[in-house]
């Protein structure tokens, strides 16, 4: 698709507590960045309640990150994030013909200190979610042989995932280990993510996680239903003449122009949409809609 891209992104998250929350103090991360192949055109986040304190900054990653604090006690607590957003052209699978060997690319990283590859080789090691093993060493192997292109072995992991694994919400849970997923071959977008970063990094290659929206679309036929897209998350590979390369294996793809970039970290604990701690509340209930709204031209952001 030679063209720009423009969106509409409904965001909303609702918590419902049995009891009174008496203070409540959230880290969000659901304000899209700016990159090369995207840019914000607007955002807002409304709050209820609204927030004592609420600072915004960037992250280490360099993704927007807001701080909230809430002192009104509360049975209720909604968050609502409204993006508008354009995205550039990627790369297409045609383009990446003649990256570098991954044996290159690992050995370069591994033994190169200079300055312009340190933010690089962070995304090299291991991670809180992500462990390296040797049965995850042996499952990327098969994508991997000696001296094939590097970004020709990612995409061949990437449908060697979709192909593998079943999408099952019910098989695991945050904490569940690589292991057990590669075990189970079960799980959801950000398991396999996760997966696929636990191969490449065994591989010694640097890979990050991207969370995000992708767009879904209705049965022929059937209108597009509000709040019916998700949030979603998928991994970007480095290779260098070719920077930054993102493949979706839940969807067997290179990331093209339905995957809208929130942010990016070594793992979903660096870029959690929102996380915190509460005092009170006792039980809870969680809902989260997405609603990804192609738009036909650039939108009047002003």
Known sequence: MGLDTYYSVLHETEYLYQRNVSLSQQLL???????????????????????????????????????????????RLYVRAHSQLVLRPRLTEEQLVGSPTWEEKRDKLQRDGNFSLREVAQFVYESPHVRCSPALLAYAQQSFPPQRPLLDGALDLTRRIHADFEFDPSATTISTPLEEVLRGRRGVCQDFAHLMLGCLRSLGLACRYVSGYILTHPPQGQERLIGADASHAWVSVFCTGFGWVDFDPTNRCLVQHEHLTVAWGRDFSDVTPMRGVILGGGEQELSVRVTVTPLPEKPNSG
Do not use: K, W
Request: with cysteine.
């Open 29 to 75: 991360h659901m304000t899209p960045r700016s990159f090369g192949y995207q840019d914000t055109l607007a955002h807002q986040i409304d709050i209820l309640p609204v927030p004592n304190e609420s600072t915004c900054r960037s992250d280490y990653f360099g993704n927007l990150a807001q701080n909230i604090c809430i002192t009104v006690p509360h049975e």
